[in-house]
T-cell receptor, first 112, second 113 residues
């Protein structure tokens, strides 16, 4: 069945360092979504990418969708303590577009 | 707008007990979802609904039942709780059309002893 994998599972950085998480799908995706979950909180939608090779920026966050639409990345420049949390990617399930298949997430901690 | 709300926030059950988790949304969303979140396993879909009166199984439906009698509510039931159902449960909802972003509730932390 469809799998969505993320690496790394954990990442510890010093404040000011950059951070990247990678998402890989076993199947081609029509789009990919990214969510952030703060410690003790709930997932919050960040962005959706639809086009092959698409790049979108939100302040210090840069999101990319691969040319083959099977992988994606989230890059944070100059991390801040407010970036702490778990970042999830998610793509439409192979069997039903009304569902999402989530990656396991990358947990980011930032040391001040 | 309250968005997506969940009750209760916390619950401790003994093995074999039953309970119902309630999810309510005031955004007129057609689709609603129940997920469970366990450490290192991301979000796994239990059941979902694409409209009032309809439900469907997700990845991990065993041991759970759901009902969507009203568009704004989605109930998750555990008939006979087991320790393996100790988890954090999230409800989410979204519009049928549009970019498909899901809005999550604050979660219910359930412990089964």
């Amino acid at each position: 069945g469809q799998q969505v994998m993320q690496i790394p599972q954990y990442q510890h950085v010093q404040e000011g360092e950059d951070f990247t998480t990678y998402c890989n799908s076993s199947t081609t995706l029509s789009n990919i979504q990214w969510y952030k979950q703060r410690p003790g909180g709930h997932p919050v939608f960040l962005i959706q990418l639809v086009k092959s090779g698409e790049v979108k920026k939100q302040k210090r966050l840069t999101f990319q969708f691969g040319e083959a639409k099977k992988n994606s990345s989230l890059h944070i420049t100059a991390t801040q303590t407010t970036d702490v949390g778990t970042y999830f990617c998610a793509g439409p399930a192979e069997t039903s577009g009304s569902r999402l298949t989530f990656g396991e997430g990358t947990q980011l901690t930032v040391n001040p | 707008n309250a968005g997506v709300t969940q009750t209760p926030k916390f619950r401790v059950l003994k093995t074999g007990q039953s309970m119902t988790l309630l999810c309510a949304q005031d955004m007129n969303h057609e689709y609603m979802y129940w997920y469970r979140q366990d450490p290192g396993m991301g979000l796994r879909l239990i059941h979902y609904s694409v409209g009032e009166g309809t439900t469907a199984k997700g990845e991990v439906p065993d041991g759970y039942n759901v009902s969507r009698l009203k568009k704004q509510n989605f109930l998750l039931g555990l008939e006979s709780a087991a320790p393996s159902q100790t988890s954090v449960y999230f409800c989410a909802s979204r519009f049928r059309t549009g970019q498909g972003e899901q809005y999550f509730g604050p979660g219910t932390r359930l412990t089964v002893t």
